[in-house]
């Protein structure tokens, strides 16, 4: 994979609940909503089904403003069971989660997109650095 088509972002334990500091978290979403416009979506137990409550998770972690620009930027996914249900299986996409469950290994395997899956560590201070450079060595 040379470039990134979609991001798709996890909340907990990627942007909450992480020890990465804050402004390191606000740098690496910053990035891709500036770089991927358009092309930034949930991927998170508090976005599917039809319920959006990404907001309500987000109240608290970051100012208003930002949590309001992030629900107007990134946009939402709908799937069930499995978060790669929701995955655009013939686009180059990252997804940054701190889990990945086999069934969900399963599909990507299966896809030949498993490289698209960026395991987030929830305890490593670094962690919000290491994704924001992993994005910058991408073409856009």
């Known amino acids: 994979m040379e470039k990134v088509d979609k991001i798709y972002l996890d909340i907990d334990?990627?942007?909450?609940?992480?020890?990465?500091?804050?402004?390191?978290?606000?740098?690496?979403?910053?990035?891709?909503?500036d770089n991927y416009p358009g092309a930034v979506y949930w991927l998170t137990t508090h976005c599917r089904g039809g319920e959006n409550h990404v907001a309500a998770a987000l109240r608290g972690e970051f100012d208003d403003e930002f949590v309001n620009e992030l629900c107007s930027k990134v946009l939402p996914t709908e799937w069930g069971a499995l978060k790669t249900e929701a995955i655009d299986m013939d686009s180059d996409f990252v997804w940054f989660d701190d889990n990945l469950f086999e069934s969900e290994k399963m599909v990507l395997e299966q896809?030949?997109?498993?490289?698209?899956?960026?395991?987030?560590?929830?305890?490593?201070p670094e962690m919000a650095k290491k994704a924001l450079e992993f994005l910058n060595g991408f073409k856009k």
Do not use: H, T
Request: glycine share 8%; with cysteine; aromatic share 14%.
């Open 13 to 33: 334990g990627v942007i909450r609940g992480v020890a990465s500091p804050r402004e390191d978290i606000v740098a690496f979403l910053r990035y891709c909503l």
């Open 111 to 124: 896809n030949y997109v498993l490289d698209g899956f960026f395991l987030m560590k929830p305890r490593d």
